[in-house]
Nanobody, 122 residues
Framework: VQLQASGGGLVQAGGSLRLSCTVS????????IGWFRQAPGKEREGVSC????????YYVDSVKGRFTISRDNAKNTVFLQMNSLKPEDTAVYYC????????????????WGQGTQVTVSS
């Protein structure tokens, strides 16, 4: 399983970015796909996750109402739309595959790719 994250960048507070996670093969139909982030000196944090059938979604409290996760299985891609960005959202964002949302929340990731840097200036 290979995942490739993209879409990061530098944005001012209040701005938006859309992250993309391209997943290899047909595994997208069978895995929950999520995002975690890690900022310098901070613990890794699970940000959001969507189940394989897209019926269940998880958001950490700090991003609820601002971030939206979606998936397009036909394009093997999962998106994280990030609006109203705050400086505390600055981190490297990684997309991961997990068997289900419970596995994601337990950090039992099946695979993850290289991250993409998100920097929000104040």
């Amino acid at each position: 399983v290979q995942l490739q994250a993209s879409g990061g960048g530098l944005v001012q507070a209040g701005g938006s970015l859309r992250l993309s996670c391209t997943v290899s093969g047909s595994i997208l139909d069978y895995y929950a796909i999520g995002w975690f982030r890690q900022a310098p000196g901070k613990e890794r944090e699970g940000v959001s996750c969507v189940s394989s059938d897209a019926r269940r979604k998880y958001y950490v409290d700090s991003v609820k109402g601002r971030f939206t996760i979606s998936r397009d299985n036909a394009k093997n891609t999962v998106f994280l739309q990030m609006n109203s960005l705050k400086p505390e959202d600055t981190a490297v964002y990684y997309c991961v595959a997990a068997h289900d949302l419970i596995a994601f929340l337990g950090t039992a990731y099946s695979s993850w790719g290289q991250g993409t840097q998100v920097t929000v200036s104040s």
